[in-house]
């Protein structure tokens, strides 16, 4: 019965010492997962902001190069004003264009550069402007509200300044939703995270109990068997019976011993001694008997 028994418990102790590795490997598996995980978006994100800023710095030295030339041509009395304004209304276009066409979450990033580079091409278009107005009119004043007149739905500077204005709170605000919205994720992340390892821990733990269970009762009934085995009559009698026996074999030493001592005395004295001898010996064999 104890064989069958044992070999019962022994399949289900391999199952709950391999389920406690597969445990231990989940837990493993996942923290080298969001290890892996942070180190890719981290890569990514480089990358991508590397890529952005070279792709801005071309951008401006290509831009600062045509203002340069319209610049020139405006500051030395070009016969053709109306077409630098022209490719200066297509050049602001092309900038607008290129701020709202980034990707959002790199553009906060970039923001702060694009609005320097935008002031200074602003500068620089108020002055072409207002050069144009001297060449005109000397004692007309720059108004930045007036649009050039060239083209249908042109902006005014005043009414660019409006709309980057306008662009990049909105773009603000759409940056900070994103970020709530990845904080919120990666707050659901970590709690499921948490839920898994107290989980796990939890099973660790029911485990460890229900060993303990085990060794505990493997202990109490070896303890009960012990005792129903002390308290057996005839475990009991088999016992008083080897004490008898080892009672015995004690005296059988002490009457071999008494036989091989040397006679001493008087042929009187050793009658009287060898007769104590036979009737203790008598005696003895007599007890003997009585009590096997």
Not at 41 to 56: D, G, I, P, S, V
Request: proline share 1%; glycine share 2%; aromatic share 2%.
């Amino acid at each position: 019965m104890r064989e069958k028994d044992l070999q019962e418990k022994l399949p289900r102790m391999k199952q709950k010492h391999l389920e406690t590795r597969i445990s231990e490997e989940n837990v493993a598996l996942v923290r080298k997962q969001v290890a892996e995980n942070n180190q890719k978006a981290a890569q990514l994100k480089k990358e991508e902001t590397f890529q952005l800023m070279q792709k801005y710095a071309e951008k401006r030295m290509q831009e600062e190069k045509e203002l340069r030339d319209l610049v020139q041509q405006v500051a030395k009395g070009h016969k053709n004003p109306k077409a630098a304004k022209e490719k200066l209304q297509k050049l602001k276009q092309n900038i607008v264009k290129e701020v709202s066409e980034h990707n959002q979450e790199l553009l906060r990033q970039a923001l702060e550069e694009e609005q320097v580079r935008l002031c200074e091409n602003v500068k620089k278009i108020s002055e072409i402007h207002a050069v144009e107005s001297l060449q005109r009119d000397k004692t007309s004043r720059f108004d930045d509200t007036e649009t050039a007149g060239h083209q249908m739905g042109e902006m005014s500077l005043a009414e660019l300044k409006q709309r980057l204005a306008f662009l990049k709170q909105s773009q603000q605000q759409e940056l900070e939703e994103r970020h709530s919205q990845i904080l919120q994720e990666n707050k659901k992340k970590k709690q499921d995270m948490q839920e898994k390892l107290e989980t796990i821990s939890l099973h660790n733990r029911t485990l460890a109990q229900a060993a303990a269970n085990r060794k505990e009762e493997k202990r109490a009934k070896q303890e009960f068997l012990k005792q129903l085995v002390d308290q057996d009559e005839t475990v009991l009698a088999l016992k008083k019976k080897l004490e008898e026996q080892k009672q015995q074999r004690r005296q059988l030493k002490l009457l071999e011993k008494s036989k091989t001592k040397p006679q001493t005395g008087t042929p009187a004295a050793a009658q009287t001694e060898t007769h104590g001898r036979q009737t203790s010996n008598r005696k003895n064999w007599e007890e003997i008997n009585q009590q096997m």
